[in-house]
Structures are given as C-alpha cells and as structure tokens.
C-alpha cells in the first residue's frame, strides 16, 4: 500500500473508530414508576433509541425520591455510578461538591441553553461555572385536584380561602364522604404542609421559615396556625392513609372515593393517563393563598468511564431540553416546559394556568422553592423539618410541641 493510502485509511480508522466505540449508552436512575410517570419517560426513552441510543432502565419505586436517593448513594459508595440520574435542587451542588457530577458544559453551550432557559431554573443547572444538569420541566406543588361531579354534587366550589376548605370538607365528612385523599409518606405530609405554610403565611413568610430557616418564623404563632391546619386536615383522611402511595390517593378522586387531593402537578398526570378531562371530571386549582411554589426535575450526569457512556450523557443532555420533548412530556407529566420558547397552545387549561401564575409569581416575587420536593434546603434540614412535620401528623401532639420541636430540629440540623 502507498504511504498515502496507509495514512488515509489510518486517518479514516481514527474518524471511525470513536464513532465505532461511541454508540450511545445510559443507565438511567429514575423514580418515575407511575401510570402518568412511566408515559411521560417513555418519551424520553423513544427519543434516545430514536437517535441510536441503548437506554437502561433504573426506575427506583417511591414518589418524591427519597427511595431513589437511597439507592444512589449505595451505587456512589460502591464506585458504580449510575450514567444519569434524576436529581433537582441543592442536591445536586451537594453531589458536585462531592467531584462526581460530569460537566455539560459542552451540550449546554452547543445548544444555547442560557437563552432559553429563565435565570431561576439555570441557576439550579449550574455548579460554579459549569452546568451540571439539565431541567426537565416545572412542576407546581401547591395545588387543589378535586372530583368535579361529588362537589357538583354536594353544592360545593372549589375553596378559595383555607377556612372555606375547612367549610367544604366539614360538609362532606358530614355527608359520609371522605375530604381529602391522602398518603401517610413522609414526603406526602411535607407536600400538604409546605402549601399550608404558603397559604396562612404568605409568601414572605414562606421564605422565612422554609428557605432562610428564620428561628423567629419557625417558632411563631403563624407557624402554630400552620400546625393546627395540618391537624384539621389530619381529621379529613380516611382510616386507611397510611403508606399510601400518592397515585392511589389520586386514583380515589378520580374514582370518588374522595373529595379532595392536595399534591403536585403529577397528579394531573395520573388523570390524564387515565383519560379523565380538566374541567369536566376533574378540576384544579393552587391551594388557597398566594405564591407559586415551584419544582424543577432535572437529570444530572455521573462521571463515568467510556466513550458510549459520555456518548449517551451528552444525547440525554441535548434531548431533555430540546423543544419537542419539553413539550411532549411535559403534555403527559402534568408539570410545564423548562424552556420558555415552548409554545402552550395545545396545553391543557390547569397548565396554562400554572405558566400564568408562574410568571405573575416572578414579577411578584412571590416564585418560591418548594421545600418538600428539594429545591430549597440542603437534604438535612430539609429532613429535619419533615421528620417534624410527620411525627406531628401522625400523633396527637400539640401544635406548641410540634413548633418548639421544629426550631430544636433544624438548630441540630446545621
Ligand atoms: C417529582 C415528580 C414526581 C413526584 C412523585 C416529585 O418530587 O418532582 O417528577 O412525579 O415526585 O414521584
């Protein structure tokens, strides 16, 4: 062979053979085992095997993550890191800080991601310089879902005012139907009670108490108010709430076995994987009180050995805040599109909802990290406020024990 051919085919040796060894791959840790969860990954799925890709599935059973956070800390520990993990908030800065989060750096400037993206979810994508992980959508926890035909039912409209929920729940305890659907998971009782804290205290004082831990708010007679409304709400559950996961409280009102469920736009995901229409079988609404308390899922990218692996991190990036799957899924999961250039015409009206409210909220000032679901605190006094919030629903404690609880709680907790 003539030296030039010798270098021409050892030139197109090299073209090919990282693009030989380079067929994308991703392990994919995740919590999304849902009805309305598992369809809304699939097309994440879909899109990477579209584009070539080997996707295995990681699917970590428990709504919220805690089970999912469980599992990835034993897969770090061993040294065998999952290619990409569903992870959101402060968490990830605390893995980074840790040095085994891969920099998506790349994709993201490829792609223009700081100018689609608002500031506020951008800045949870990035540690230092860097960005670390991609944002999937936005979900808003504080939210009302209710039966439409048993309050058509019963004369009731959908509660504007937490005294006139209490009103309406009364009512339909009084008529043999259980209020409010519930289930007796930790990350559940935080769910309910972040809104309540929203929703009695506003939201200045939501930042006070569940973003900057202020002592003063912890421990103020608002926060007391709080703990009394989570009793209340305590006495609308049926016998059986315990360990229920939250899809089966939402499968009650759905089936009107319940009245109510206060829970994140997920939620709305299960009633539309289950056919039902916004409006017309179900309805929505935020929580009573002002504010918008919001919820970002994002993936970050484990550092990991292998040219397919980075291959697959670098596609699920540019996939995940690409336009077309930031729609569909979001159309699927309940929650809104990350980037802001999404059109929301074929949206379904509590999605709309939540996109005007969001953007009202950021001029407002009123956009807040919903602690429950990790956006706002580190993950240990995130739990210390939970471990709270949960012995206090789950007993009879008083709301002046719970708030003094509260304030030792997370003074141990820094
Ligand atoms: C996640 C949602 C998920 C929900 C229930 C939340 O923390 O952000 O994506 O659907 O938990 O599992």
């Given at each position: ?22 067929e994308p791959q991703a392990e994919v840790m995740h ?10 990954v699939?097309?994440l799925q879909?899109?990477f095997a579209?584009?070539?890709g080997k996707w295995t599935d990681m699917p970590v ?10 599992a990835?800390?034993?897969r770090?520990?061993?040294?065998n890191a999952p290619t990409a993990v569903q ?212 993936f970050?990218m484990f550092?990991v050995?292998g040219?397919d692996k980075?291959a697959g991190q670098?596609l699920l ?98």
């Amino acid at each position: 062979m003539r030296l030039k051919s010798v270098l021409a085919a050892g030139v197109a040796a090299l073209a090919f053979a990282p693009l030989a060894h380079a067929e994308p791959q991703a392990e994919v840790m995740h919590w999304w085992t849902s009805g309305g969860e598992a369809k809304s990954v699939a097309v994440l799925q879909q899109e990477f095997a579209g584009r070539g890709g080997k996707w295995t599935d990681m699917p970590v059973a428990g709504g919220g993550g805690d089970a999912a956070m469980t599992a990835l800390r034993a897969r770090v520990l061993a040294g065998n890191a999952p290619t990409a993990v569903q992870l959101k908030g402060p968490a990830i800065q605390e893995w980074f800080e840790e040095g085994v989060l891969a920099d998506i750096s790349a994709v993201a400037d490829a792609q223009g991601w700081a100018k689609v993206l608002p500031a506020s979810i951008a800045n949870h994508m990035k540690c230092g310089d860097i960005w670390c992980a991609a944002p999937v959508n936005v979900h808003r926890v504080d939210w009302i879902w209710a039966n439409k035909a048993l309050l058509d039912k019963h004369g009731i409209a959908m509660p504007t005012t937490w005294d006139e929920f209490n009103a309406a729940a009364d009512k339909l305890k009084a008529a043999g139907v259980t209020p409010l659907a519930h289930g007796g998971q930790a990350w559940q009782d935080a769910t309910v009670f972040e809104t309540v804290v929203l929703g009695l205290g506003g939201p200045a004082f939501y930042h006070k108490a569940l973003v900057e831990l202020d002592k003063d708010a912890l421990t103020s007679d608002t926060m007391v108010k709080v703990f009394d409304q989570m009793r209340k709400l305590r006495g609308y559950v049926d016998a059986n709430f315990s360990g229920r996961d939250w899809n089966l409280a939402t499968a009650m009102v759905m089936n009107g076995e319940a009245a109510f469920q206060i829970m994140g736009d997920w939620a709305k995901g299960e009633f539309l994987a289950a056919g039902k229409k916004p409006g017309e079988d179900f309805l929505c609404a935020s929580t009573p009180g002002d504010g918008y308390l919001y919820n970002v899922d994002s993936f970050a990218m484990f550092k990991v050995a292998g040219d397919d692996k980075v291959a697959g991190q670098n596609l699920l990036a540019e996939l995940i805040v690409g336009p077309n799957f930031q729609k569909v899924f979001n159309m699927n999961k309940g929650s809104i599109p990350a980037r802001t250039d999404v059109a929301l015409d074929d949206f379904d009206m509590c999605a709309k909802l939540s996109a005007a409210d969001m953007n009202a909220s950021s001029a407002g000032g009123s956009l807040l990290p919903s602690y429950a679901h990790g956006m706002a605190l580190r993950g240990a006094q995130a739990g210390a406020v939970t471990d709270v919030v949960t012995a206090h629903f789950n007993s009879d404690m008083s709301s002046a024990e719970a708030v003094r609880m509260l304030a030792d709680a997370v003074a141990n907790s820094m």
